[in-house]
């Protein structure tokens, strides 16, 4: 069966750095889009940022633009998201996910097959 792994999550200070790492274990990540999506207590699971399948395109949620970076290790079938200047608002469980290599949406309702989470926790 197709899984997804997440790794990385801790706990930060605000302003500091984490990387989270999704690995792939059954196929291939190449094949699909990915995206690295959140879920805050009391909030909506939301699309962070997604990258496409091919092509390499990516997008970002608003609130983590310029900040955090998603990329593809193509050898190591892993596709990571590197988080700058957190803030204590990044706070959630971060799941990684795959899609369709036709996904273009970085909406969770698209995606099926899910990592389990790693926390993220930012605070003084």
């Known amino acids: 069966q197709l899984q997804l792994v997440e790794s990385g999550g801790g706990w930060v200070q605000p302003g500091g750095s984490l990387r989270l790492s999704c690995a792939a274990s059954g196929f291939i990540l190449d094949y699909y889009a990915i995206g690295w999506f959140r879920q805050a207590p009391g909030k909506e699971r939301e699309g962070v940022s997604c990258i496409s399948s091919s092509e390499g395109i990516t997008n970002y949620a608003d609130s983590v633009k310029g900040r955090f970076t998603i990329s593809r290790d193509i050898a190591k079938n892993t596709v990571s998201l590197q988080m700058n200047s957190l803030k204590p608002e990044d706070t959630a469980v971060y799941y990684c996910?795959?899609?369709?290599?036709?996904?273009?949406?970085?909406?969770?309702?698209?995606?099926?097959?899910w990592g389990q989470g790693t926390q993220v926790t930012v605070s003084s």
């Open positions: 996910a795959a899609a369709g290599l036709a996904t273009i949406r970085c909406d969770p309702d698209d995606y099926n097959t």
